[in-house]
């Protein structure tokens, strides 16, 4: 099946400084891929739409300037978190859609800046 | 976006059946009916989905309402290891975005 892998899995950074989370999809090509943030006890949040090749789409109220998203290639998406601060902490998940329906989650990352 | 409401939460017996329930009454007619399921600090996972009919998979079964306004997710007997929040999502044809709502917290009671 779809797997979809995350990287890395958990990471702490010093505030003001960057992180990249990476997006892989193994097995299978993901023109789209999203991202999303969870906050403890709560639901996932969208926060964009990322697409092979072109800019990605940012939902409202999400800083692009602040969450960077490159998808390079049909495999590959990255999130990086710029100038983190200890509000940006949270569960982000990152999801790609394969060529059946549905979509396929990666495991998550938690981030925690100290 | 399309919306969908659930309870917050729900507990069952184990080895029992659950139902849970999904009203999605903005569905359009091309709106797929996904399930998915988060064990705690993991991503979602897929359980099922439809369009129509009802559907039966190794995990659950999905019973959608003939006006397709709701759903139930069907667990034939709970174990321990069902112990999550259930996201009922419309799969939006138009914008392939899924929005997630509150879920369902399960509760399995040994």
């Known amino acids: 099946g779809a797997v979809v892998s995350q990287h890395p899995s958990r990471v702490i950074c010093k ?5 990249k989370i990476e997006c892989r999809s193994l097995d299978f090509q993901a023109t789209t891929m999203f991202w999303y943030r969870q906050f403890p006890k709560q639901s996932l949040m969208l926060m964009a739409t990322s697409n092979e090749g072109s800019k990605a789409t940012y939902e409202q109220g999400v800083e692009k300037d602040k969450f960077l998203i490159n998808h390079a290639s049909l495999t590959l998406s990255t999130l990086t978190v710029t100038s983190a601060h200890p509000e ?6 990152c999801s790609a859609r394969g060529t059946n329906y549905g979509y396929t989650f990666g495991s998550g990352t938690r981030l925690t800046v100290v | ?23 999605h009454s903005t569905i359009s007619g091309t709106d797929y009916i996904h399930w998915y399921r988060q064990l705690p600090s993991q991503g979602p996972e897929y359980v099922i989905h439809g369009l129509t009919s009802n559907v039966n998979n190794r995990m659950a079964s999905l019973a959608i309402a003939e006006d397709r306004k709701s759903s139930t997710l069907i667990l034939h007997r709970a ?11 419309l799969d939006d044809s138009g914008t392939y975005k899924y929005i997630f709502g509150t879920g369902t917290r399960l509760k399995v009671l040994a």
């Open chain 2, 79 to 89: 174990t321990l290891r069902d112990a999550a929040v259930y996201y009922c999502i």
């Open chain 1, 15 to 19: 505030s003001g400084t960057s992180v």
């Open chain 2, 1 to 23: 976006d399309a919306k969908t409401t659930q309870p917050n939460s729900m507990e069952s017996n184990e080895e029992e059946p659950v139902h849970l329930p999904c009203n």
């Open chain 1, 88 to 93: 940006d902490s949270s569960f982000y998940i």
